[in-house]
């Protein structure tokens, strides 16, 4: 899946992040779509960006921001 027809990537990452940051959007009132890489990604030895998480074009100001605080209070947290 690449960014068009209103989809924006808002995440790229683990599959672990990614499934909490779906949660997190979702608990928000954002849909996203979860694209999970790990099997195409093990091989060329970089699992740790095998999942992309998508919103619409509407929605991505909010959940990118979203993104963003969870991604620093979690550099935070283990820093």
Avoid at 1 to 12: A, R, T
Avoid at 68 to 79: A, F, P
């Amino acid at each position: 899946m690449n960014e068009q027809d209103g989809i924006k990537k808002v995440y790229s990452g683990t599959i672990v992040e990614a499934e909490y940051i779906v949660e997190l959007l979702n608990e928000s009132g954002i849909s996203s779509m979860l694209q999970n890489r790990l099997n195409e990604t093990i091989p060329m030895g970089y699992p740790e960006n095998a999942a992309f998480v998508f919103v619409s074009e509407q929605d991505y100001g909010q959940a990118i921001t979203l993104v963003e605080e969870y991604l620093k209070s979690s550099i935070e947290d283990n820093g």
